[in-house]
């Protein structure tokens, strides 16, 4: 299982939805490390923890937008993606990512 | 024959009888326009003094703004600002005084001089707007305003020192500025859209206010309600279609020892929250065509999930991000000025196993902020509480 520690990896100011936005926008994670990485092993494990925080923009674009975008289904989601926090403060993001998850495939179907 | 010869002349006299009455009419407005055009030049010139500047050509001038500009013997401006500048209980004046300066620092480049030297207090917020509208002149003339420290109230002085104010003048902090006071103020902060790593800046103030307090903040909570500001502007503030050359937002922090109050400010000078929401509801169509549907009341609306201006569905979930950090303290207020309105968000927790109660609040105004202004106002009762 490959892991994706977002503070190290990434940045621990992950900020926006779009390129425009910021450096670290939730469509560079999605296309740049979590798209390639889903792909390409079995199963990813995303390492929530040391960030600065999350905005809804950047999760929703980074989580969300995998599956608005036709990439995966929520269900594969749900079977290949492990979010992890070790840090309790952060848990309510966690909860967050597979909210917008399961939103993004509501919208999605017909 | 006669009568051919009578009918030509008959219509000759009739033509000559139009054109006279058009060269009267014609004469007689030009009389009229001339008349108008000294009138104005007189009264032009009654208005503007010995200097012979009429202020009001530069800059806007209201009830609040009327004795605060001067023009000096170079014909050049001099801005006085009032007392007090405070967004919470003096608006009007506070709102209109920052657009004056706006309009005289973006319409004329003909300030000279910003006089602090009325002032007793100012707020966080004011200040912030303050130091806005001279750090966008410092970049648009590249020249600093001229500034009678001298006579400046102490505590403005060392609340300005704090805050960056010094440097945006171009003259350094005086080497006594009193005893500590109750309130501290933060550095300001400017992002430019588009720049590389935004929440850089977020963390950073996060650690100043840190350093201050001697203890931690629910610093998710904070970047959260900041990085949803930042990516707003981003998206929203400054549409292409406005034409604005300096898309900038600016940030900083107060903390007030006494109340233990930790204030967090973040302003930029776009169109504003009323200028760029879509009107989705037919009703609120028809409220806007007739001036009905008050900025305060779009504000409202634009808190409302799912509601932005790139009307996709996924979108508009921004703003509730914001609420979150005055909802995770004891006690917090969320206050979103955004150009004549002002929406206001209080939150109070009795105790740890009950939500926090909420109230909100609307106002609209004559004047406008200039932009939008957030500003989170929260109690810090301990450490603990805070960790």
Known sequence: ?110 | MESTIGTVFDTLMAVKKAGNHARRLWRQRWLLSRDRRDFLRRSRKRRAGPGGLDPSRWVALNSHTKGSVRVTSDRKLVLDLPERLNFDADYEATASHFQMLRHAVRGSGKVSELRFNDIKYISPSAALVLASEVDRWNQREARQLRADIESWDKNIERLLCQMGYFELLGIPCPADIGKPARVTFLRFKRGTVGAKDLGKLAQQLRVEIEALLGFPIKKHFLFEGLSEAITNVSQHAYPDTEGYCLKQWWLSASYDSGAGELCVMFYDQGAGIPGTLPKWKLFERVKDMFGTWGDSQKIEAAMEVGRSSSRLKERGKGLQNLLEFARAHREGRLSIYSSRGMYRMTSKRNGEETGPLTTTQRQDFENSVGGTLIEWSVKLASADEND
């Open chain 1, 1 to 110: 299982m490959k892991t994706i520690k977002i503070a190290t990896d990434y940045s621990n100011t992950p900020l926006g939805r779009y390129l425009e936005d910021s450096e670290f926008n939730g469509t560079r994670f999605r296309e740049e490390f979590l798209k390639p990485a889903l792909e390409k092993e079995g199963e990813v494990e995303v390492d929530i923890d040391g960030v600065e925080g999350y905005g809804s923009s950047f999760l929703d674009e980074a989580f969300g937008g995998l599956v608005r975008k036709g990439y995966f289904k929520a269900a594969e989601l749900h079977r290949k993606l492990v979010i992890r926090n070790a840090d309790p403060d952060l848990a309510l993001y966690r909860d967050l990512i597979w909210k917008y998850i399961r939103q993004a495939e509501a919208r999605k179907a017909p």
